[in-house]
C-alpha cells in the first residue's frame, strides 16, 4: 500500500522550525508530517532540501536560512556537526541551559506530572574544553597514521587537532603520540580488512592532579618498537605516568580489549574528587566533566540529607566516585558493581584515602539488593547513577521492598528516568524537591540531573 508523504526526497522547500528534538534537531512541520532538520534553530525561517523520507517523519538539510535566530552563534567549525561531537554548538549557551531543563519538564508534562518542578540547569562559566578523557580512532587518510573523529553515519575518518570540548592538554597529547607514530612507520588499523597494528589513542588527565594516561589500543599483541615509541612518549609528554598497551583483536567497535599491558609508569592515574583521590584505570568508568561532576554529587549528597546516621546503598558504584563522598557524612554505605577491576579501584580508593565505613561487593545492582535485603540490611537511603538505559524492574522492585525513607536518582537520560520515577510510584515513592539538572556535556545534547523520591506514608 502506497502512502501519499506531503513531501518527497530532493524536494526543496520553504519552512519554519517549531522546535528541537531531544537530539538537538530542528523540527518543522508540512501538514503536521514532521522533518528534522540539523543545525537548524527554532523560529528560524529555512529553505530546506529533503534527504530521506519514511512514514511517519522525513529528514532534511539546510540549503539557505532565511531569516536567523537571536539564539545561533557562530559555529566553531563544521567538523564539529559533521562528527557529532558538538552538535549544539551552534545554539547559544544560555539557550542551551534552557533547552535541557525544557526537554527534562516536557518529559515528566508527557505523563501527566506537570507538577514536577524543574529548576534552571546549572551550567558552566567555560562550556568547551571540559573533557578529562579523549578515545580517538586511528585510521590510514591519505597514505598516512591520522587521528580523528568519524563522519556520523559513516566509517570515514575525519582528520582533527583541536577536538574543542576537550582538555587541550589532552589534544596536545594525540597530537605528539600520533607524531610519533608516523615516525616509527607503525600501521593504522584498517576495519575492513581486520589488518594494521593501530586501532585507538586514548588519553586520560587529571584535572587537579594533572596526571596523565596514554593507552595505544592495538589490533596485535606485538606493539613494534614498543619500548622507543614508549621513550618518546614519555621525553616529550611530561605529565604522563602511565602507558599502556591495550589489546583488542576483535573485529568490533568496541574500542578496549580485554587486555592491557603496562609499558611505563603505572597502571592507573590519581585525581581529586571533592577532596578524595582517586585511583583511575584504563578501562575505569569516571565522569569526563570534573568541574561539574563535583557539583553534581555535592548535590546529591546534600539532597540525601545525610546526617552520620544512616546506611546507604550505592547501586552502581562504579570505582567508588559517590559511594566514598557520601562515606564521609553516613554511618555506613554498601556499594555494588558488576565490572571486577572497578571493584578493585573502588576499594583501592577506600584504603588511600582512609574510609573504612565503605564495603563493596562485586554483583549486579539486582542481585546484590535481593541478597542485601534477605541479609536484613536496611538501607535509610538508596542512590542510582544508572547507565542510559535507566533501572531494571526487579532493581525498583527490591529498592521498593526495602522501603528506605529516601531514593536519590543521578539520571543521564531523562526518558528513562520518568519512566523509573513512574515505577517507584508503584512503591509510594514521590519526587519531593525541584529535579535539578546540570550539564555534564555542553554543546551537546545529553542531559543530566539528580531527582530525590522520598516514600509518602
Not at 31 to 44: G, K, R, S, T
Not at 146 to 168: A, C, R, V, W
Request: charged content about 25%; overall charge neutral.
Amino acid at each position: 500500500m502506497k502512502v501519499n508523504l506531503p513531501v518527497h526526497k530532493g524536494e526543496v522547500l520553504d519552512v519554519t522550525i517549531m522546535d528541537l528534538t531531544y537530539q538537538g534537531m530542528g523540527v518543522a512541520k508540512v501538514d503536521n508530517y514532521p522533518i528534522f532538520i540539523e543545525n537548524a534553530l527554532p523560529e528560524e525561517k529555512i529553505t530546506v532540501k529533503v534527504t530521506k523520507t519514511t512514514k511517519n517523519f522525513a529528514f532534511g538539510e539546510v540549503e539557505k536560512i532565511n531569516q536567523v535566530s537571536p539564539h545561533r552563534v557562530n559555529p566553531k567549525g563544521r567538523v564539529y556537526r559533521q562528527t557529532g561531537i558538538a552538535p549544539l554548538q551552534h545554539l547559544e549557551y544560555s539557550e542551551q541551559l534552557k533547552f535541557k531543563q525544557h526537554q527534562v519538564a516536557e518529559l515528566f508534562a508527557k505523563v501527566h506530572m506537570d507538577d514536577v518542578e524543574v529548576l534552571p540547569t546549572i551550567g558552566m562559566d567555560n562550556p568547551t574544553q571540559y573533557r578529562n578523557k579523549a578515545q580517538v580512532p586511528v585510521r590510514q587518510v591519505q597514505g598516512q597514521l591520522t587521528t580523528g573523529f568519524y563522519k556520523k553515519n559513516s566509517h570515514q575518518l575525519m582528520p582533527i587537532e583541536d577536538y574543542y570540548i576537550q582538555d587541550p592538554e589532552i589534544d596536545k597529547a594525540i597530537v605528539v603520540v600520533r607524531d610519533i607514530l608516523r615516525k616509527y612507520h607503525e600501521a593504522a588499523y584498517d576495519e575492513f580488512h581486520h589488518s594494521g597494528t593501530i586501532r585507538t589513542i586514548m588519553v586520560r588527565r587529571g584535572y587537579y592532579s594533572h596526571e596523565m594516561m596514554v593507552v595505544i589500543v592495538t589490533r596485535t599483541k606485538h606493539l613494534p618498537m614498543a619500548d622507543v615509541v614508549t621513550e618518546e612518549i614519555q621525553a616529550a609528554l611530561p605529565e604522563v605516568v602511565s602507558v599502556i598497551q591495550n589489546v583488542n583483536s576483535k573485529k568490533t567497535n568496541v574500542i578496549l580489549g580485554p587486555v592491557n599491558n603496562v609499558l611505563a609508569g603505572k597502571s592507573t592515574i590519581d585525581d581529586q574528587l571533592l577532596g578524595l583521590t582517586f585511583a583511575i584505570s584504563a578501562q575505569s568508568f569516571y565522569q569526563v566533566n570534573p568541574q561539574q561532576t563535583e557539583k553534581l554529587y555535592q548535590l546529591a549528597i546534600d539532597r540525601a540529607g545525610l546526617t552520620g546516621n544512616e546506611t546507604v546503598i550505592d547501586a552502581y558504584s562504579g570505582i567508588g566516585t559517590i559511594s566514598l563522598t557520601m562515606a564521609r557524612h553516613a554511618k555506613q554505605v554498601y556499594g555494588v558493581e558488576i565490572v571486577p577491576a572497578a571493584i578493585d579501584n573502588a576499594r583501592q580508593n577506600a584504603d588511600k584515602n582512609g574510609i573504612t565505613n565503605a564495603k563493596f561487593v562485586l554483583d549486579s545492582a539486582e542481585k546484590a539488593m535481593a541478597k542485601w535485603q534477605a541479609d536484613g540490611i536496611k538501607p535509610d537511603v538508596i542512590v542510582v547513577d544508572p547507565p542510559r538505559k535507566g533501572l531494571d524492574a526487579d532493581f525498583i522492585k527490591s529498592a521498593g521492598e526495602m522501603a528506605p525513607k529516601r531514593v536519590v536518582y543521578i539520571s543521564c537520560n531523562p526518558s528513562t528516568l520518568v519512566r523509573d520515577v513512574q515505577r517507584f510510584a508503584e512503591y509510594g515513592y514521590q519526587i519531593s524537591a525541584p529535579v535539578q539538572p546540570v550539564d555534564q556535556f555542553p554543546q551537546t545534547p545529553h542531559i543530566e540531573s539528580v531527582t530525590v523520591l522520598e516514600r509518602k506514608g
